[in-house]
Structure formats: structure tokens, C-alpha cells
């Protein structure tokens, strides 16, 4: 989707229109107020019914502010900025604001520890670290009536806009940069695939920092004219509030990640409130049929599967409530996928143009290639993509083919699991095999060796004996990304025979 060069900052000002932009909602909102906007600006912004809106001025002088701090940062010719993406309405401003400046932007959790901090600093080299609301403390919250264009700050559309630092569920960190051609060509197509209209409604729960957070839930509907509604960073235990608020507050877009879907499902299993009015989209990782089905009847409502990576631009697939177990929808317009020996890999005109690696390394990655995911997938005669798990997610045991993502499917059927996870191991009797981890209400010994049971028969019913685990361990909780991926690293080691 071709975009003029002479954009201007309105574009990702659409929110912010009529007074309406990014909402705090949800328990804490009078702290936000008082923490984050000061008790001498709380007047005069809109606050109405514990809810804040920042009018269309307030935040051009914002981003202005902050392209002025990083101008008066620059004493070196790459001026690198760790910001601490805090829940705040102001984080995204910020971050436009410095890099329009010319500063690069890394963007960091606001809770990261002055340890992991100092660490991101020494492997990325970030000469200085702010917080969105540093600007905010210092008095530079002001006004502009006019909106510049990205070329007035002697920028262009192939300039760097922000960089993700992602270690995905492997360990091996990467900083991806995107820019802004990459990133708003990217919201544009994806908004259009989703239907967002002017005056649509989005609960915003994910972390600030993160490729979702960011790409599905700020910059999309701020291209396409959405209003944000600014929740606390989701949890189990909040999920209950936060869904009392989507209902409230006549949300109608939702984002979930399976691991999110699956927790909002259990608690409000007795209560059933009714979705229906809401477009539940659901991202990042594996949605299990088993997952879906229950949500599906809780929640009166479907799920729309998405698909995406931070370096190939976010989300570039999306499907419909009639989409088949495993599907992730089609590609949006402007992105090819094919399989190449089971992989899936994409070629996309909204790929970061560069990937930085700790060793100093740098990847310029190109429109005109396909390039790899690591996921296994299929593609349909109509396009549609489904899929079926990570590379090294099959194993092969006694000379039959499993799917640990479809074990993972068959173990979440069961009553009273709530999560599960299968790790491969060595085996000298079998060449492969896996152990099962399981996340279970509470429940007494006797009762674990119930369920156990069950989970062998269901297992063995399904598919065969030879699909049926090593061993079944119960655990408190499976070890995830901040968007809901199994961070299989966690468990390096633990699947081996005894």
C-alpha cells in the first residue's frame, strides 16, 4: 500500500480525534491520573467517569516535546534511546517524538530491573534510558496547534521509526528496526483486512513495548481512525475486571493470545457474558481447536485467527469466524506466502529493513525474498494457511510421526487442564519421545492419579499407545512469553528418560 512521502504526524494522530484517542480504563485509572498526568494537567484534559482523553493538540505538543529532548540528546551521530514503554497513553507519542528527532528507539519493559537494564545497555550499546512519563515530570507537556510533516523534522518514510528487542522462545536475542514506511504500510494493510472503521473500539491489555501491544493495538487503529481504550497489562488475576470493562465500556476490538483466551474462558466459565458484539481477534501463538471451541460457547462469540512476525512487518494474515481448526487466515494484500519443505516462509513489501544481532552483526532484510518463519504450515487451494506448530514440534517415535501441537490439543480436552505443553527428549528404547506438562486445578494426590489416568486413555484413544508420554509431570504454571508463547528454553534438559 503506497504511502505519500510528505505523510504528516496526523496520520498516527487519527485517534486523537474529537477528543476521544487513548482512554485509561480499568482498576487503577484515578492512580494514572494522579502518577502520570500530574494534578495540574488532570484539568485540562477531558476526564470523565475515570477516564482521561488527551485532545488532538496535547498530543502534537507532546510529540514535539519529545523530539525537542532527543535534539538536545544528540551529541553523537547515532544517538541510541532505551525508552521504558510504561502503561501510559503518552508512551507511543514519546517514542514518535524521539525518533523523529533522528535518535534510534529501543524499546524497553517499564519494569525491567536495574540489572537487565544495564545489561540491554552494554549488548545494544543505548547511550540513555527514559521513561515516557521523564517528560511529562519535567514540564514539557505543551501544545501545538498545527501538525508538522515527517519531512519538516528532516526525516523520511525509509527512516528508522523504533526497534523491538525480541528473544522470541529461544534465547537468542535480536534488535528489530523498523521504519516508518515499514510500520504504517504494515498497520494500513492490516486494518484494512480487519475492517476497522472510524469510531471502533480497541482493549488494549498487552504489553506496551511488544510487537502486538504496539503494531495491532496502537497503530492500527490509529490509522484507521479506532479509539484505544488503555487497560492494565493483562493477568489472571485481573482477567475478571478487565472483562467487566470490555463490556462496559462498548468495546467492540479484542486482542487475546491463546494463553489469554484460555484464562478469561476459566474464570468466567459460570457467568457466560456475552461477546457477541465484539470482533475477538487472537494472535501470537498456537490456537488450539480445544481452546477455541470452549471460548466459542462461554463468550457467545467467534475468533478471528491472525498470524505474524516482528521482523516480517507484524501481523500478515488474518481470518474469518468461519476459519477451520488451525487456520491463521489468508495473507493481507501486498504479502505471498508459500511452503518450502513444510516451512512457511512469506516475502513482504513491510519487512524491517534491518536486524541487528549482539555480536554486532547486521541482516538487511529484502522485500523481493521469502523469507523463513520456523513454523511448519500448509496453504489450502483458496489460500488460507494454517498452522501446525513449530520446526522440531514432530517427533519421530518407533517409526511413527507425532505432533506434540496436536498431544498439546488432546491434553487441553480434558477436564480440569488448563495448560499443557510437550517437550521432545532422547530416547534409547524409542530414538524420540516427550514428556507432558500439565497445569491442573487444584486437585489431591488421588485426584492427579484420576486425571493421569484419564490423560493416558484420551491420549491412547485418540491417536495411538505410542502417542501416549514419557511422563506426565503436574506443574504450577507452563513458563511463557510476555505474548503467551511456551518458552520452551525453560525446560532444556528436563524432558530425558530417568
Partial sequence: MPLDPKIDVEVLLAAWSFERSITLIGVSAATWIDQLLMRSDASELLVRDGRVAISRDRARGLINAAASKGRSLVNEDNLRVGLMMDRSPYAPLVMLGLSLSGAEVLLLRADSTQQELYEIQRVWSINRTLKASDLITEGQLGEQKSAPSITDYGVSLESNFFTILSSGTTGNSKAITHSYSSAIGSALAFSAAMGIEPGDRFFHNWPMFYMAGLFNLFLCPLVAGAEVLLSQEFSAAIARRQLNAI??????????????????????????????????????????????????????????PCYGITEYGGSFTFGTSKSKPFSVGKPIQGVTVRIDSGEIKVKSPFVAPLMSLPDGRSIRLEKSKFHPTNDLGTISEDGEVFLLGRLGDEIKKGGEFLSLIDIEDIALSVSGVSDALAIPCASEFWGQDFVLKIVCDERSGDERSVLHRKLVSTISDSRSPLAVPLRIDFVPAIARTDSGKPLRRAYLGEGQED
Fill in 247 to 304: 463490556t462496559d465500556s462498548g468495546t467492540n476490538q479484542i486482542l487475546l493470545s491463546p494463553t489469554m483466551a484460555n484464562v478469561y474462558t476459566r474464570v468466567m466459565s459460570a457467568h457466560k457474558p456475552d461477546l457477541s458484539a465484539c470482533k475477538v481477534v487472537c494472535t501470537s501463538s498456537m490456537l488450539y481447536p480445544s481452546v477455541e471451541s470452549r471460548f466459542t460457547d462461554v463468550f457467545n462469540c467467534d475468533l478471528h
